[in-house]
């Protein structure tokens, strides 16, 4: 459905008529729509990135324990473009190439609901990679003062979205401060205008801090979903009978905004090679052992 200024809303039909279902494109995010995902810690974000791609593109769950998932499996697969902004063609591979071998290891211990044969590399018909080490803004300052306009960006980013179901942008680039709501209003207008276009749906991922930079803090609030994720908390480790040393590998996941289907917060473990895995530490002694990973320069 394209936005418009001034959108009249039928009262009586609405009272009457069921509206049409929500369509999903993962988690509470739905298509057409934009949503966030913020890291406080500071690792996690690239791979759960990864993570959800590979969830749309291949109908998998995300983050996959012994017997539940960060987030369920889509219901639908379709098209997705993973942009990784501001790394290294290298960096992207090398991150991938760790990810393709621990969902390797998922399949054979038969925590993802993969047909016989299943690999990673399937999901090459359906996810596009692409690394922009020096994106091109999707806004720039305006001739007037505190005025924003569209960036040459915009027209690379519309165009690659085009047919995307899921448009992962790791992270949101932008080349003004955080705290400036203006700049932020405008960056979101650009991506609901390119959403329209599209039809695709935007997850956005940026580290953050507390409390939220005044414009990052708009951002979560004009998007439709809102994903977080916080450190444990020495209270809650103690609470667990979680070692000092262990703590910080254990991380919660929330969801802050979101449809009805929206989950309870839920616990992630990052082992030693960063991956991330559902975990219960009420059952911390049998907790996820990270599982021996290749070296990258050794496929």
Known sequence: MRRNDDTPIDWRESCVTPPQAVDLVVGGLSAGEIGIFLNFTPSGRSWLALSIAAAVAGGLPVAAGPSHAAISAPKKIGSVLLV??????????????????????????????????????NL??????????????????????????????ETWLRRAADGARLTLLDPIWHDFDEHDPVAMAALINVLHHIADKTGTAFLLTNQAVSPLPRGLALLAERSSWVLSLHPMTPKIAEHFKIQ?????????????KGTPTTRPDRWLYLDTKGAISYANPATATSKPIAGKLPHPTKP
Request: hydrophobic share 35%; net charge positive; aromatic share 10%.
């Open 84 to 121: 990784s902004a501001y790394n290294t063609p290298q960096h992207v591979h090398q991150s991938i190439f760790l990810f393709a071998h621990w969902l390797r290891r998922q399949y054979a211990s038969a925590k993802l609901p993969a047909p016989s044969g299943w690999d990673p590399k």
């Open 124 to 153: 090459a018909s359906h996810l596009h990679v692409v690394s922009l080490r020096v994106p091109q803004p999707l806004i720039v300052p305006g001739p007037k003062h505190d005025e924003w306009i569209t960036g040459p960006g």
């Open 244 to 256: 000092e040393s262990d703590r910080r590998r254990w991380l919660r996941l929330s969801e802050n």
